[in-house]
């Protein structure tokens, strides 16, 4: 049975204001299990400028069998890192940090963190994103009359993905944006309220990260009018709508490298990193030429693409285009080449010139392994970044097939993807490992950041979790993604039921005239029902996160908040759970709200959870009685 342990998190249960600035005195306050045993001490460690700092707690209260203790820590550096420690009568010690209860000292890099910087707006708390790939999405009429470009191979609709190269780069479908803006009203009827398009610039691939100019859509896709049309009909939708900016690099086909290549002397030439006199040799994205790398010394590059009301980063926040904000791809790497690191100038530099012309924007980078050192607040508000939930969701759920498929040279393997890394498949997890895994990538994080990054099963750039899912545990994923803290992302297909192997050939067309069919529906309603319970119910989006029980097959947890609670359960096998007395409160008051599980509550307060697994279940608590100091 679980032991009751102190708690606290970065949400508004414990910390008084998650948008301070410096100087300010934030209250931060600890739970304590009463009769936990008598405290000499309480305190707060801070690390301000790298000498600790202490702040003493007291004692403000109890309700509900817990003891609440606060203290004042002034915010002194933009982010402001801070433990607990807890001495006992008999001159033991404790820490609390974002790992969890410790009994010797934690690492600075986990702990809890005050960010100064300035804050994300706060719709991105409410988001439920939806990603959409546009050549794969859908096709307008108005498609029929473009001419296929001369790098395209050119596919039918209901044509199969062709995933070996040259085609995994070049097959072309045609979707457009009109095409999406006709299946607008799909994604109200699902509940999301966020569109991220993939790059929508004019290139010579099917996937656009090659961009050939950052100043004009793509009339393939319809051009800048399509775009405007598209974005307006989103917005009377209630729909926001960001796009996707390659900062580490261009296309070879894009306007400031031709403009270099075999060009010494000309302006351009400073953007890239070329090793050779005649600029036909140059630094690119993994060893690819078609991608070369931009060179963020350059005071140009950041006056054209980043800085000021004229740069492109602006151009596509104003009017008459006013997206919402920007996915940065190969955010990790960007302004990084050996010995040079950049990175954190040019996040810093985005976020300054998206306040500039519009603050009610969001930044996302992608850092698709361990992004905690990038992700502090000082530029991204979040990150596609996989080892934080898709990956050990992926070992959890996941039950491989072992199913052949084709990689980009052709070959055939049975091993089944896991995002590039080659460890033989599909990595076992157990559920306390996901767990584990979970707290692990997000201790390094501050809490406010934490809760803007992107939580998808897959993306385009993955195979689809489906493709591997094991029986019954579709409805777990889909469940985690919306109940734990983070910005949950659908990629477009997953509600069709769609599969793929690879990153390839998981942008399949999305098949519009199946929708109806059974399996589709079925899935689309399961979609439909989870997304509506992450918008209807606030603490899914800001609460605490606290965790009740972990073993093998099963995890319990709680998210919290003043006005209501929730808790859930997600199971791949069979779920027998017992909570001990005092753990969870207001259990007697819960309101079933999704999944089949059954809730018990006994004569001493303990609380039985059972499920016949694959489960996934929410119930819906009295929020938690704070004492007011």
């Known amino acids: 049975m679980t032991t009751l342990l102190p708690h606290h998190d970065g949400s508004p249960l414990y910390v008084s204001e998650l948008a301070p600035a410096l100087g300010d005195v934030v209250t931060v306050r600890l739970r304590v299990p009463a009769g936990y045993g008598t405290l000499t001490a309480v305190r707060t460690r801070s690390n301000p400028d790298h000498e600790p700092e202490w702040t003493d707690a007291r004692v ?51 702990d809890f963190a005050l960010v100064a910087n300035p ?12 990603q959409v790939f546009p050549d794969r999405f859908a096709r307008s009429a108005a498609a029929d009359d473009r001419p296929t470009p001369a790098w395209a191979i050119p596919a039918a609709w209901s044509d199969p993905v062709d995933p070996v190269m040259p085609a995994r780069a070049t097959q072309f479908y045609g979707g457009d944006l009109d095409g999406v803006t006709e299946h607008l009203d799909h994604l109200v009827e699902l509940g999301v309220n966020v569109l991220y398009l993939t790059p929508v610039f004019a290139a010579a691939s099917n996937h656009r990260y090659d961009a050939a100019t950052f100043l004009e859509v793509d009339p393939l896709l319809g051009g800048d009018e399509a775009y405007i049309r598209l974005i307006e009909a989103a917005h009377a939708r209630g729909i926001r709508v960001i796009g996707d900016l390659t900062s580490n690099h261009s296309g070879d086909t894009h306007e400031w490298f031709r403009a270099a290549y075999g060009h010494p002397g000309v302006p351009e030439e400073e953007f890239y990193y070329f090793t050779d006199e005649g600029n036909t040799t140059y630094e690119s994205w993994l060893g690819y030429e078609s991608l070369p790398k931009f060179n963020w010394a350059s005071q140009e590059l950041r006056r054209q693409f980043i800085e000021g009301e004229d740069s492109v980063v602006a151009k596509w926040l104003k009017p008459p285009f006013s997206t919402d904000g920007w996915r940065i791809d190969v955010a990790n790497m960007t302004g990084r ?88 498949g599909i990595p076992r997890y157990s559920a306390r490992e996901f767990v584990n895994a979970v707290v692990r990538f997000t201790a390094g ?13 897959d993306t385009h750039d993955t195979g ?18 919306m109940a734990l803290p983070g910005l949950p992302v659908i990629f477009a297909g997953d509600e069709f039921a769609l599969t793929g192997a690879d990153g390839e050939s998981s942008r399949t067309p999305i098949p ?3 929708i109806s069919t059974a399996p589709i529906a079925e899935r689309i309603d399961l979609y439909r029902e989870l997304i509506s319970l992450r918008r209807a119910h606030p603490v899914l989006a800001t609460g605490g996160l606290r965790w009740l029980h972990v073993d093998e097959e099963t995890v319990v947890f709680v998210r919290e908040a003043t006005d209501e609670s929730m808790l859930v359960v997600a199971t791949r096998g069979d779920a027998d759970v017992e909570l001990a007395p005092g753990l969870l409160a207001g259990a007697t008051e819960a309101v079933e709200l999704t999944g089949d599980a059954t809730l018990g509550v006994a004569a001493d307060g303990s609380v039985v959870l059972t499920a016949d697994g694959p489960a996934f279940a929410a119930w819906s608590l009295p929020g938690v009685s704070v004492p007011q100091g």
């Open 60 to 110: 403000v209260g109890s309700a509900d069998g817990w003891d609440w203790w606060e203290a004042p820590v002034t915010v002194r550096n933009p982010r402001h890192g801070y433990r607990w420690m807890l001495r006992h009568e008999s001159g033991r010690v404790e820490w609390l940090s974002q790992t969890g209860l410790h009994t010797i000292e934690t690492l600075d890099a986990e």
């Open 119 to 130: 804050a994300p707006p706060s719709w991105l708390y409410d988001a439920v994103m939806y």
């Open 337 to 424: 080449l050996g010995a040079t690191d950049l990175n954190a100038e040019v996040r810093q530099l985005l976020r300054e010139t998206m306040i500039q012309i519009n603050p009610d924007t969001i930044l996302l980078g992608e850092s698709t392994n361990d992004a905690a050192s990038d992700l502090q607040g000082d530029g991204w508000h979040g990150a596609m970044t996989y080892p934080s939930f898709t990956r050990p969701l992926w070992g959890w759920l996941s039950e491989p097939t072992n199913e052949p498929y084709l990689t980009a040279d052709g070959d055939e393997v049975t091993e089944a993807w896991f995002f590039g890394q080659p460890v033989g």
């Open 445 to 457: 994080i501050p809490w406010r950041v934490r809760l803007g990054n992107m939580q998808p099963l």
């Open 464 to 481: 689809r979790f489906a493709t591997n899912a094991a029986p019954g545990t579709i409805p777990v994923a889909v469940g985690l993604a």
């Open 512 to 514: 519009w005239d199946d």
